[in-house]
């Protein structure tokens, strides 16, 4: 089992939309949670982090965190065709980040 | 002024040989790690250093040996170059919070290995 899952898509949503990214994790000692965006032969950059179970909206930007369900979420409103990337579930504890495979994410104008 | 990077950006080389990467921070940042980024845009953790000091060896095969001189650097020397060690590799830095938890990782701009 792999310690963050994400479904790799792609996920294609019209320009204005709403665009729902999903991922799980496996290890219940996880302690921060964080949202990657990465543009082809780009690296990784940051869009959000969590810490606690609830909302953080940020902007466009919502992220979502549910402990109990070992659950986290991530909200683009307004979708804009610059938002077209991979996004990249990331979980921290104890000095290592693990990564989710990454969603691929198309705005259509 | 960049937080993390890391040369080359580009490496091309024959099997057999040995390479090595640099990596620098200038966030003042504890811990430093290195990543690898497949063909299938999977990241993987490969090592993590805090302080200095060698915290997470994540099942690397011994051909790679971090080296870390100073909290601001961490280096990546591969022996032996493989096929299979053709990659994207990241450097990436983060600040300690308490508990063994960590504010969010800060990458460079990556290295593409490519192994002929």
């Known amino acids: 089992q792999k310690e963050v899952e994400q479904n790799s898509g792609p996920l294609s949503v019209p320009e204005g939309a709403i665009a729902s990214l999903n991922c799980t994790y496996s290890?219940?000692?996880?302690?921060?949670f964080f949202w990657y965006r990465q543009y082809s032969g780009k690296s990784p950059e940051l869009i959000m982090s969590i810490y606690s179970n609830g909302d953080k909206e940020d902007g466009r930007f919502t992220a979502q965190l549910n402990k109990a369900s070992q659950y986290v979420s991530l909200l683009i409103r307004d979708s804009q065709p610059s938002d077209s990337a991979t996004y990249l579930c990331?979980?921290?504890?104890?000095?290592?980040?693990?990564f989710g495979s990454g969603t691929k994410l198309n705005v259509k104008p | 002024d960049t937080a993390v990077s890391q040369t080359p950006k580009y490496l091309v080389t024959q099997m057999g040989n040995d390479k090595s990467i640099k990596c620098e921070q200038n966030l003042g940042h504890d811990t430093m790690y290195w990543y690898k980024q497949d063909s299938k845009k999977f990241l993987k953790i490969m090592f993590s250093?805090?302080?200095?000091?060698?915290?997470i060896n994540e099942t690397v095969p011994n051909r790679f040996s971090p080296k870390s001189p100073d909290k601001a650097h961490l280096n990546l020397h591969i022996n032996s170059l493989e096929l299979g060690d053709s990659a994207v590799y990241f450097c990436?830095?983060?600040?300690?919070?308490?508990?063994?938890?960590?504010?969010?990782?800060?990458f460079g701009q990556g290295t593409r290995l490519t192994v002929v």
């Open positions: 290890d219940r000692g996880s302690q921060s």
């Open positions: 990436a830095s983060s600040q300690d919070r308490e508990g063994w938890v960590n504010t969010e990782a800060f």
């Open positions: 250093y805090n302080n200095k000091e060698l915290i």
């Open positions: 990331a979980v921290n504890n104890f000095n290592k980040f693990y």
